[in-house]
């Protein structure tokens, strides 16, 4: 089986925190993406949003277009105006070849709140809103772009059992964006969670967690943000997560699509060549561990 290894642009400039390398060049993370080894990048804030304009610039760095954010609204909306809403962005990753969609539900959130003030579905939410989420992923596969909806900190689809939830109440065009980092500091345990739901698995980021910075921010109930600034997430290799059972897991379902390292850190001290490099390289020898082909 063949995968492709890409990164998320967040090493080099965080969206939620311009401030975090908003002086480096869209040109220069692209030069570097390709430096580091990768295929592919997702997109990010200093991307150009129209086709014509960005399928030159990849070209020219010999990158493809892994997939792109999209900040969810199902929850608060009807499927209708989230389809409207999620179009333009479908169209220019269905123009770039682009085969999924990474979608996150942030409705309900006010800012980055404290890690215990995260939005909640009550129990009795869940068939309706996986009945809409269905909805919605079936009109995205109609239009050319599936859904990878991304379980994240600070959201309605955070913690292990509201995962089990989501793929409990919803149809099979749903499939799952499965992120080991944002699985670990939900509490969840990445291996177990994969081996449950690696069917439904259409893509994949792979973040590693520094535990003892995920444990103080815990206790101390930091923001997401306040927590990324600690150095919560790094790339694989670089924190406490097992790699290599994940991998294990993805081989044996014959997982064929994209791998994305996504670590997102401040890059004045998390210097994001260095980095990328050092992600490239300890997923790339796991990757290939497990009979995994890079393309």
């Not at 949003?49 to 990158?63: D, G, T, V």
């Not at 999209?70 to 409207?84: K, N, Q, T």
């Not at 099979?172 to 069917?199: I, T």
């Amino acid at each position: 089986m063949t995968v492709h290894l890409g990164i998320n642009p967040i090493t080099w400039t965080n969206d939620d925190m311009p401030e975090l390398g908003g002086d480096i060049p869209l040109e220069t993370c692209l030069a570097e993406t390709r430096e580091a080894g990768y295929s592919g990048t997702e997109l990010g804030g200093k991307f150009p949003r129209a086709s014509s304009a960005l399928r030159p610039i990849l070209e020219r760095h010999h990158l493809k277009l892994v997939s792109g954010w999209f900040d969810g609204r199902i929850l608060e909306r009807d499927v209708a105006e989230e389809f409207a809403a999620i179009t333009p962005h479908l169209t220019l990753l269905r123009d770039l070849g682009c085969h999924h969609v990474v979608y996150a539900d942030t409705s309900g959130r006010q800012g980055f709140p404290p890690i215990s003030q995260r939005p909640a579905l009550a129990d009795g939410d869940w068939p309706t809103y996986g009945r809409k989420v269905t909805e919605l992923a079936e009109r995205m596969a109609a239009f050319g772009v599936r859904m990878a909806f991304h379980h994240h900190m600070g959201t309605v689809v955070e913690s292990a059992a509201d995962i089990d939830r989501l793929m409990a109440s919803t149809g099979e065009a749903v499939g799952l964006l499965f992120d080991s980092g944002h699985c670990l500091f939900g509490g969840g345990d990445p291996a177990a969670l994969l081996v449950r739901h690696v069917a439904r698995v259409v893509h994949v980021h792979c973040k590693d967690v520094r535990r003892d910075v995920m444990e103080r921010a815990r206790r101390e109930d930091m923001t997401f943000l306040d927590a990324v600034l600690a150095g919560v997430f790094t790339v694989p290799g670089d924190g406490g997560i097992a790699f290599a059972p994940l991998l294990r897991t993805l081989r044996e379902a014959d997982y064929a699509g994209w791998l994305v390292v996504e670590a997102e850190q401040d890059p004045r001290t998390a210097h994001p060549l260095t980095y990328a490099r050092l992600g490239y390289r300890n997923l790339r020898a796991v990757v290939e561990e497990a009979g995994f082909m890079v393309a």
